[in-house]
């Protein structure tokens, strides 16, 4: 397929070992532009799910701790398949890629950041995008600890895992049916709904993005990672009827903090021992 700009897409493919595909798409999911390999329907898919799923993130910046002006830096899809790329390409438009699970993450990302700076001729403006228009409830998390959603709310395994990792500020179990199960003495019942419901929404864009890695079939999805200035989301499977949601500052060790989540999944979710980290999407 071709579109206007498909052709400086291919920089990405090209140069990158592992690289699979890479769509450009508007704030409001039209496709700009995509490289060969993918269907005109496909690819329009993903840049309807890129952009839903973009809205989404904006509305969990709270989530990640305070911030006068939140800026989203990126958002990472994890399959047992591969990865799945999202950034800021100017005003009202992102780019997104796909690649093979063993590529490599710095080289990817300067190609990704490398092209963006190529598009601002074609696409006006600057490549991360201001959070806060899409935040809900900003003083939910205009703390390190707010009021608990009682004791019986409280999980003490989440409690343990924040504890443990310096940085790590909130930790919410939630059903795949989007209502939340408990969480770290940190998140209220408010914070605790309207996290669940964004973080939902989260999962299902996720999981539409799985024919990004070629493997519709088979995708498994991990997790999904949003970065902003001030901090961490994570979205990580939980068994198979659960998701942890997770926050931390931005100078947290996120792999530490991940890791620990993924330990503590046993004691949280009754039959999820042995779990392999992984839903099929």
């Given at each position: 397929?071709?579109?206007?700009?498909?052709?400086?897409?291919?920089?990405?493919?090209?140069?990158?070992?592992?690289?699979?595909?890479?769509?450009?798409?508007?704030?409001?999911?039209?496709?700009?532009?995509?490289?060969?390999?993918?269907?005109?329907?496909?690819?329009?898919?993903?840049?309807?799910?890129?952009?839903?799923?973009?809205?989404?993130?904006?509305?969990?910046?709270?989530?990640?701790?305070?911030?006068?002006?939140?800026?989203?830096?990126?958002?990472?899809?994890?399959?047992?398949?591969?990865?799945?790329?999202?950034?800021?390409?100017?005003?009202?438009?992102?780019?997104?890629?796909?690649?093979?699970?063993?590529?490599?993450?710095?080289?990817?990302?300067?190609?990704?950041?490398?092209?963006?700076?190529?598009?601002?001729?074609?696409?006006?403006?600057?490549?991360?995008?201001?959070?806060?228009?899409?935040?809900?409830?900003?003083?939910?998390?205009?703390?390190?600890?707010?009021?608990?959603?009682?004791?019986?709310?409280?999980?003490?395994?989440?409690?343990?895992?924040?504890?443990?990792?310096?940085?790590?500020?909130?930790?919410?179990?939630?059903?795949?049916?989007?209502?939340?199960?408990?969480?770290?003495?940190?998140?209220?019942r408010d914070m605790a709904?309207?996290?669940?419901?964004?973080?939902t929404g989260i999962h299902?864009?996720?999981?539409?993005?799985?024919?990004?890695?070629?493997?519709?079939?088979?995708?498994?999805?991990?997790?999904?990672?949003?970065?902003?200035?001030?901090?961490?989301?994570?979205?990580?499977?939980?068994?198979?009827?659960?998701?942890?949601?997770?926050?931390?500052?931005?100078?947290?060790?996120?792999?530490?903090?991940?890791?620990?989540?993924?330990?503590?999944?046993?004691?949280?979710?009754?039959?999820?021992?042995?779990?392999?980290?992984?839903?099929?999407?």
């Open positions: 397929m071709t579109t206007d700009l498909s052709w400086m897409l291919k920089d990405i493919v090209s140069n990158v070992p592992k690289a699979l595909h890479a769509v450009l798409l508007s704030a409001d999911g039209i496709l700009r532009g995509a490289t060969d390999g993918l269907t005109e329907k496909s690819a329009s898919t993903l840049s309807a799910a890129m952009s839903g799923m973009q809205s989404l993130s904006r509305a969990t910046t709270h989530f990640a701790g305070p911030a006068e002006t939140p800026q989203w830096n990126q958002t990472i899809i994890e399959f047992a398949q591969g990865w799945v790329f999202l950034i800021g390409a100017g005003q009202g438009a992102y780019l997104a890629a796909a690649a093979e699970p063993d590529v490599d993450m710095q080289q990817i990302s300067f190609r990704m950041h490398r092209l963006v700076a190529r598009l601002g001729d074609n696409l006006t403006s600057a490549p991360r995008v201001n959070a806060a228009a899409g935040s809900a409830h900003p003083e939910a998390g205009s703390g390190r600890r707010q009021a608990g959603g009682g004791s019986g709310f409280v999980l003490a395994e989440l409690d343990r895992v924040i504890a443990e990792v310096p940085g790590a500020r909130h930790a919410l179990l939630l059903g795949a049916e989007g209502l939340p199960r408990g969480a770290s003495s940190g998140i209220g709904d309207t996290i669940s419901a964004a973080m299902a864009y996720s999981r539409a993005t799985k024919q990004f890695m070629g493997t519709a079939d088979e995708a498994e999805w991990r997790q999904t990672i949003i970065e902003f200035q001030h901090g961490w989301i994570f979205l990580i499977a939980a068994g198979q009827d659960a998701l942890l949601a997770a926050a931390a500052e931005h100078d947290c060790d996120i792999e530490a903090f991940t890791t620990r989540l993924h330990d503590a999944v046993p004691s949280l979710v009754p039959g999820a021992a042995g779990y392999g980290g992984a839903i099929h999407a």
